[in-house]
């Protein structure tokens, strides 16, 4: 204290001074001060890592700190006089609106408003149709910009706008305190306050959001012990635009790159995710209780809130009746009693314009037609999809003008592990995939078989060897490049799978750029790798796209192709290739159940080994499927020319028939030899012989 002057002692700038704004806000609000000092900022982190946390309210007073230097520094014809009052309020009520465990939280009540409008009363939806319509009202908010804020917070494409909502309210009940406390502050300013919270084509909104950033970034490095940046406001505002409200731009990718590690390392790490996931579908459930009084969002702190959700008291230790079901899974959540482990993540998937993230999730797991699905499947079927937006300029590719792009992670529950559960979300999947969907699934189940992290694909040689087919095949009853053209025209007739078609890699970077090639390259083929490229995309398509007629007659030629080249070939490494990719095509022809999914060349690695040993063993064909009962099977075939087939190979296919078993306790695992028919004879069609290692 000196004089007039005070001062605020904070951890990460060391003293904050005081604002008249600051005075009077904190005074009149004290209570709401107060709570934020009992919320995390970090969320559900701690409770997930029990790692240092810091309070909500250090984390607002450093982002009004943030707003203050900004102007201090900025000139006014920057960000004139009129603007620069409203910007330090809606600063200091930006906060106020957060739930306890933020985010997550806020989030969990759209999932809730988003089945109460099914099945509940409406209250919910109401409750929150109510406030946003209260706040863009007294925004003066134009008709085309609030349906686009409606749709974006209630799709939850923009969810972590929620909370302003209701810190805008806040500050629409205090106004007119504010405007006869604090000098210079007009009826007007409110209108400018609310746009710089809820509104992002307004410059404020992002000078706001600039500050936010700048104080989290810099905080959250410091409380989860990583390397500590402290930038000086002259560096990070001093080279701002009139025009394009950022920070300067080497200081921005300071604070950029920052961000994006904070995110991988903490934010999205996997563990926080699916806890952050489960936690949602367990309040929203609570919420949707007739029991639940929504103003204990309002009013509760993250100890008061746990208590609720966990034990089902109140504030006053009185029993609220919420239902035992939800409060006891909330319990064994924060008790740490459940484990999801990843399955594998697709980014930028796409999905039609038309749905959003709960639509989508809903699509994939619905078994029937309750969309309240969504909150129990985790518990029942033991999988979790965890899905959020994507902007389309972080994508690798284009987007489809009628489609948007979605990240997506996949868990499941370790102590009830079912292949079923992944094989039938990989069905639903199928139409959304890309090739490279496809490589990350297969490395992800190749994972859960390996009982080790070290995994991969060895499919060049058999894609080799099956392009050097089509080759053959175009040197006798078809013109060079016919094979594939003619086969891609009738993979793309078929109606069924026309979603595939919509995806910017399958179609453009795999089949459009195939087909340029051959109308501008047909006589150099060789050079631009096309036999190899069209077979490993063709391996990536649903399996049962090509066992149409029209399609399956192309598999059919190209084994009848490598079953003669098998007798004709005289180098013997050669025939073990050619022999590999003949029983990969005739397992992919041969219909079998309801659903299949292929693993070829799968390599398990030994990370302890050296480098050039690492390589454990190679698995040539896996076949995963769904049988007609609905039930998944795994079938592991190890293909060998060799007389001494069962010697070389009985171990290494023991040890992955157990080490999957460990893992699908209750899956059908079969495993089997494949070996010509009778060699000796010149008859080297495929046929199975026993390895006598089967589960169930």
């Known amino acids: 204290m000196n004089g007039n002057h005070s001062f605020r002692y904070d951890p990460l700038y060391r003293v904050i001074d005081e604002t008249e704004e600051i005075r009077v806000v904190e005074g009149k609000l004290k209570q709401l001060y107060e709570r934020l000092k009992e919320i995390s900022n970090l969320g559900i982190i701690p409770e997930v890592f029990g790692m240092a946390k810091y309070p909500k309210y250090e984390h607002s007073l450093g982002t009004t700190h943030q707003v203050i230097s900004m102007l201090n520094i900025v000139d006014k014809n920057i960000i004139p006089e009129k603007y620069r009052k409203p910007l330090i309020l809606a600063s200091l009520f930006l906060h106020l609106g957060h739930f306890p465990y933020t985010y997550s939280t806020e989030r969990a009540l759209l999932l809730a408003c988003y089945l109460d409008n099914e099945y509940g009363?409406?209250?919910?939806?109401?409750?929150?149709?109510?406030?946003?319509?209260?706040?863009?009202?007294?925004?003066?908010?134009?008709e085309k910009t609030r349906n686009k804020i409606r749709e974006n917070v209630l799709s939850l494409r923009d969810y972590k706008l929620l909370y302003r909502f209701f810190s805008a309210r806040i500050l629409i009940e205090n106004y007119r305190y504010l405007r006869n406390k604090i000098e210079g502050l007009s009826e007007g300013d409110l209108e400018i306050i609310i746009k710089d919270l809820i509104d992002e084509t307004s410059d404020g909104y992002?000078?706001?959001?600039?500050?936010d950033m700048a104080d989290y970034v810099q905080r959250d490095a410091l409380y989860f012990g990583t390397v500590r940046i402290e930038v000086s406001p002259v560096h990070l505002y001093g080279g701002m635009s009139r025009y394009e409200p950022s920070f300067s731009v080497s200081e921005e990718e300071l604070i950029e790159h920052n961000l994006d590690y904070l995110t991988e390392r903490f934010y999205y790490k996997p563990d926080i995710d699916w806890f952050d996931r489960l936690y949602e579908k367990i309040v929203a459930s609570l919420i949707m209780s007739k029991k639940f009084k929504l103003e204990w969002l309002m009013e509760y702190n993250d100890s008061q809130f746990r208590r609720l959700i966990c034990d089902g008291l109140d504030e006053s230790n009185n029993k609220t009746k919420l239902p035992r079901r939800w409060l006891l899974n909330a319990r064994k959540l924060f008790e740490k009693k459940y484990t999801f482990s990843p399955i594998f993540e697709l980014n930028c998937i796409s999905f039609k314009k038309d749905m959003n993230v709960l639509d989508i999730e809903y699509e994939l797991v619905a078994k029937g037609r309750s969309k309240k699905q969504l909150l129990t499947y985790p518990f029942?079927?033991?999988?979790?999809?965890?899905?959020?937006?994507?902007?389309?300029e972080q994508c690798e590719y284009p987007i489809h003008p009628n489609y948007h792009s979605?990240?997506?992670?996949v868990y499941q529950n370790e102590s009830k592990r079912s292949l079923t559960e992944i094989l039938k979300l990989i069905w639903k999947l199928t139409p959304h995939i890309s090739l490279t969907h496809v490589e990350e699934i297969r490395k992800g189940i190749a994972k859960q078989f390996s009982g080790s992290n070290g995994i991969r694909f060895l499919n060049d040689p058999v894609i080799k060897e099956i392009a050097n087919g089509i080759k053959l095949l175009e040197n006798s009853i078809y013109q060079k490049g016919d094979f594939i053209e003619r086969c891609l025209k009738d993979l793309s007739s078929i109606l069924t799978f026309n979603n595939i078609w919509h995806n910017f890699e399958t179609l453009f970077v795999w089949k459009g750029r195939i087909l340029h090639l051959l109308q501008e390259h047909r006589e150099e083929m060789e050079k631009w790798e096309i036999y190899e490229d069209f077979?490993?995309?063709l391996l990536s398509l649903p399996v049962r796209l090509l066992q149409y007629k029209s399609t399956k007659k192309y598999l059919d030629q190209l084994y009848d192709i490598l079953l003669q080249r098998m007798k004709s070939e005289i180098h013997s490494d050669k025939k073990g290739e050619i022999f590999e990719a003949l029983w990969l095509i005739d397992r992919i022809r041969s219909k079998n159940g309801k659903f299949q999914f292929f693993l070829n060349g799968m390599v398990v690695i030994d990370t302890n080994k050296p480098r050039s040993e690492q390589d454990e063993n190679q698995f040539d064909v896996i076949e995963l499927l769904i049988n007609d009962d609905g039930n998944a099977e795994c079938w592991i075939y190890e293909c060998s020319i060799a007389d001494d087939y069962k010697k070389?190979?009985?171990?290494?296919?023991?040890?992955?028939?157990?080490?999957?078993?460990d893992t699908f306790p209750d899956l059908k695992i079969r495993t089997r030899y494949v070996i010509p028919n009778n060699k000796r004879d010149g008859d080297w069609s495929p046929r199975l012989d026993e390895t006598g290692i089967n589960f169930h």
């Not at 009363?121 to 134009?142: C, F, H, Q, S």
């Not at 992002?206 to 500050?211: I, K, P």
Request: hydrophobic content about 35%; glycine content about 4%; aromatic content about 10%.
């Open 121 to 142: 009363d409406k209250r919910i939806k109401e409750y929150i149709e109510e406030l946003i319509k209260k706040v863009l009202d007294k925004g003066n908010v134009d």
């Open 206 to 211: 992002f000078y706001l959001r600039l500050a």
């Open 380 to 392: 029942e079927r033991g999988i979790l999809i965890s899905i959020e937006y994507v902007k389309d």
């Open 406 to 409: 979605y990240s997506m992670r």
């Open 535 to 537: 077979v490993s995309g």
């Open 648 to 661: 070389k190979n009985h171990d290494k296919i023991f040890n992955l028939a157990n080490s999957i078993h």
